[in-house]
């Protein structure tokens, strides 16, 4: 069963807004077990409206499109529907008492434009809207069921959810499960290597799964898609592959679909009992905002200091002078004496610092840009250090530290875990 996403938007295609409800629609229509085919995406345009909705209406089965049904002389969608299908737009007196009631309830008065959005083309299905002005619809657009929808996110979500899905749901034939797998660590073609028996029909070959990955710097996503007839079968295969795939990459993954590093990282030390603080020079407070991103940090983050200037590394966390001029600021020894000086200066138990060349200047021929040099102080260990080379631009270079950064704090964070015979670190639960 095929379906195409439909957006409308001058905004969209010019580039000045991210098109986010593609994506949740795709990924919605995927579960429910469609073959999205076809994103595609016209301004705010008459003729290209109609013209792209009448060459859906002949090559899917079912259309959902988004944006174009406010107030204002750039709203088009509804008219143009009306001028695929050859019908008159025709007033709907329920739709507009709910709109005027929507205003009156708001203390405000409905402006006359906000008519237009009580209009609809003739024979259409209304789709009413409980979380705004504009109100849905559905026609019949030559093989397919067409659904428009407002652009507001919220409200695109709660019409999908409420109208399109029950409408939609029996037409899918076939059934289709996925479960995320994020990991970090590797890049997507490593990732592949580890998988290719699996990927590449080999002795662990399930038949009916499809293995994609997705990359968001600096993670990647593994997703495991399985379809069959009964969703039930398609849950148990995918699970089934899924399992196989996080054990193949048990040293990089940790969490799934709704998950991220820092909040992992945070868990692990939380559970280990660790109040951690950073000392950064490189990444600016990067460490510091992806720790402390997540709800309920306070429990685990007592601070750090962003320490730019070799004078404030002095100054603020004690860090010799001498060991600056003889090392320089991009130097492990420096990077050991900045995670000792937080350490001493918050009393947290575990410290991370670096200290590094994010670019595009400032590089040498011993120290390029892209090297940081990083180090992990305990209360209970001695220091630890080393030194990275990020080759690649100014924002890559500071996010790749951040992360790498947080990797150490992991690993000593799952040894603090075995010390206190916690026994094994249990990944997060999968997303689905």
Request: charged letters at 20%; glycine letters at 10%; one cysteine or more.
């Amino acid at each position: 069963m095929t379906a195409a996403i439909l957006s409308i938007g001058t905004e969209l295609t010019r580039g000045e807004l991210v098109n986010g409800n593609a994506c949740f629609l795709a990924e919605r229509l995927t579960a429910l077990g469609f073959n999205v085919v076809e994103h595609a995406t016209v301004p705010d345009d008459t003729a290209r409206i109609v013209g792209t909705l009448k060459r859906l209406g002949q090559q899917v089965r079912v259309i959902v499109c988004t944006g174009g049904l406010g107030p204002t002389s750039d709203d088009l969608t509804t008219a143009a529907v009306s001028s695929a299908l050859g019908v008159p737009l025709l007033r709907h007196e329920a739709s507009l008492a709910a709109i005027e009631e929507r205003y009156r309830a708001s203390k405000r008065v409905m402006p006359r434009l906000n008519l237009k959005q009580a209009d609809f083309p003739q024979g259409a299905s209304i789709l009413p809207n409980a979380v705004g002005t504009a109100p849905g619809f559905s026609v019949t657009l030559g093989l397919a069921r067409a659904f428009f929808l407002p652009g507001v996110p919220s409200e695109m979500q709660h019409l999908f959810a409420v109208h399109v899905v029950p409408a939609i749901e029996p037409l899918a034939t076939r059934k289709s499960f996925q479960v995320h797998i994020r990991t970090f660590g590797l890049g997507e073609s490593a990732l592949a290597e580890r998988l290719r028996d699996i990927d590449l029909g080999g002795a662990r070959h399930v038949p009916g799964i499809t293995i994609g990955y997705r990359a968001s710097f600096p993670e990647v996503e593994v997703k495991v898609l399985a379809e069959h007839a009964d969703l039930r079968e398609a849950r148990a295969r995918a699970e089934q592959v899924g399992a196989e795939v996080r054990a193949l990459l048990s040293d990089v993954a940790y969490g799934g679909k709704d998950d991220n590093y820092p909040g992992y990282v945070g868990g692990l030390l939380l559970r280990a009992g660790l109040r951690i603080a950073v000392a950064e020079s490189c990444t600016g407070g990067l460490i510091g905002k992806l720790l402390t991103d997540a709800a309920g940090s306070s429990a685990y983050v007592l601070g750090g200091a962003v320490t730019y200037a070799n004078s404030t590394k002095h100054r603020v966390l004690g860090v010799d002078k001498a060991l600056l001029r003889e090392h320089g600021a991009v130097s492990e020894e420096v990077a050991r004496a900045m995670a000792e000086g937080v350490l001493r200066l918050t009393g947290a138990q575990i410290a991370v610092a670096v200290t590094g060349i994010a670019g595009p200047g400032g590089g040498t021929e011993q120290r390029p840009v892209g090297t940081v040099c990083f180090a992990l102080a305990r209360t209970t260990a001695e220091t630890q250090s080393r030194t990275e080379y990020f080759p690649h631009d100014r924002e890559h270079v500071r996010m790749r530290t951040a992360y790498s950064a947080l990797r150490l704090v992991a690993g000593a964070a799952q040894q603090t875990l075995e010390t206190l015979d916690a026994g094994p670190i249990e990944h997060v639960e999968p997303s689905t």
